[in-house]
């Protein structure tokens, strides 16, 4: 085998190398543009949501019977990861316990560190 040879053969290994990392490359965008686009499906439930539980409260605090409403009331808690004092509905435990169980079930250990 001459010198002409073995570069001849680098060049095809490395031509096929470039070709293999190509692919990956658009493989791994395609699944980023998925993420994406589940992230911003996510954000906009999140919106919904958000809205809908606005709303529920606001209805909840204009009704004279407030003991009808407990969830709504407004209650001290220490914020998870400031540690200050924050003035919440009564539902902020529900949260809570959803946001931690949740997290949990994606392996996040701790999760009161990213909640509030």
């Given amino acids: 085998m001459n010198i002409s040879d073995s570069n001849d053969q680098a060049s095809l290994m490395a031509e ?9 490359i658009a493989t791994l965008r395609q699944e980023i543009a998925e993420l994406r686009t589940e ?8 919106a919904g949501l958000s809205a ?11 009704c004279p019977d407030k003991a009808a409403h407990p969830l709504v009331e407004r209650a001290e808690y220490v914020h998870s990861r400031t ?6 509905t009564r539902a902020l435990p ?16 701790h999760p009161e560190q990213f909640r509030s």
């Fill in 16 to 24: 096929m190398e470039i070709g293999r990392l190509k692919e990956e």
């Fill in 39 to 46: 992230a911003d499906l996510d954000a906009c439930h999140i």
């Fill in 52 to 62: 809908q539980i606005k709303a529920l409260i606001a209805e909840s605090e204009a």
């Fill in 83 to 88: 540690g200050q004092t924050v003035t919440k």
């Fill in 94 to 109: 529900l949260y809570r316990e959803a946001f931690d169980a949740e997290a949990r079930s994606l392996g996040i250990d």
